[in-house]
């Protein structure tokens, strides 16, 4: 679907003439509208959340097996950095499961919030700057994190309208991928799954990230559909 036929389809008519000023303006068609379906669902996303992409839809398909072979419980699962929600959201309409997200962005908290209650899901909702806020101990724990380093060169779209607060990292953007698998062991039940989405060209400085914090796990990178590295899975189980 074009860019123009996802307003005429989503927007009013009335409406419509502004939305498309917008987008001569390279206002994502997102925001224009105000929602975008992810995994089936949709799910309401403004200037305070990224735009969910194809990847992160990938991502939680590929949790759902893991946990699906790991697991034959309900699980506890935390999601770092939960932005709009649609990772937490999903996995809590497809998984037997207890959900918890969390964000250091309390606007985006609440764009979470009301998409939960769209979707008619209860989920906690902790606003954490990564464990902060974080009392308790999980099966899994997934997160979608800033990974964009500083320097890096971004569609002009992306860099000029969405959050760079979840964007970007420090670290040639492996911050906070260390942050948490440093301290994640202090919020992990014995039996565990990480689960990240991570850049392409990133995959062989978090195995070994992944390797320092957890030398006993199976630490598997794999791949979205255009064959670029773009998952790390680190399993406990």
């Not at 194809?54 to 991502?59: A, R, S």
């Not at 606003?127 to 380093?149: M, Q, R, T």
């Amino acid at each position: 679907m074009t860019d123009i036929e996802y307003l005429k389809k989503y927007l009013p008519e009335e409406k419509l003439e502004e939305g498309l000023e917008k987008l001569k303006q390279r206002i994502p068609v997102q925001y224009i509208v105000g929602n975008v379906n992810f995994y089936g669902y949709e799910f309401k996303v403004n200037e305070n959340v990224l735009i969910p992409r194809f990847e992160t839809e990938l991502l939680v398909s590929k949790t759902i097996d893991y946990i699906n072979k790991y697991f034959n419980k309900k699980v506890k699962i935390l999601d770092i950095g939960t932005g709009s929600g649609v990772i937490a959201i999903t996995l809590s309409k497809k998984i037997d499961s207890l959900v918890t997200a969390s964000d250091i962005s309390k606007e985006a908290l609440e764009v979470a919030k009301e998409n939960a209650k769209n979707n008619n899901v209860n989920i906690n909702f902790i606003h954490s700057n990564l464990f902060n806020n974080i009392g308790e101990k999980y099966d899994v724990i997934i997160s979608n994190p800033p990974y964009i380093a500083y320097d890096e060169v971004i569609d002009a779209k992306v860099k000029n309208n969405e959050p760079h607060l979840a964007l970007y990292a420090e670290n040639n953007g492996l911050y906070f991928y260390e942050e948490i698998l440093r301290d994640a062991h202090n919020y992990l039940n014995e039996k565990n799954i990480l689960a990240f989405e991570i850049g392409e060209t990133q995959g062989e400085s978090l195995m070994k990230i992944a390797g320092k914090y957890f030398p006993k796990a199976l630490i598997k990178i794999e791949k979205d559909f255009p064959g670029k590295n773009r998952f790390l899975f680190v399993i406990n189980a």
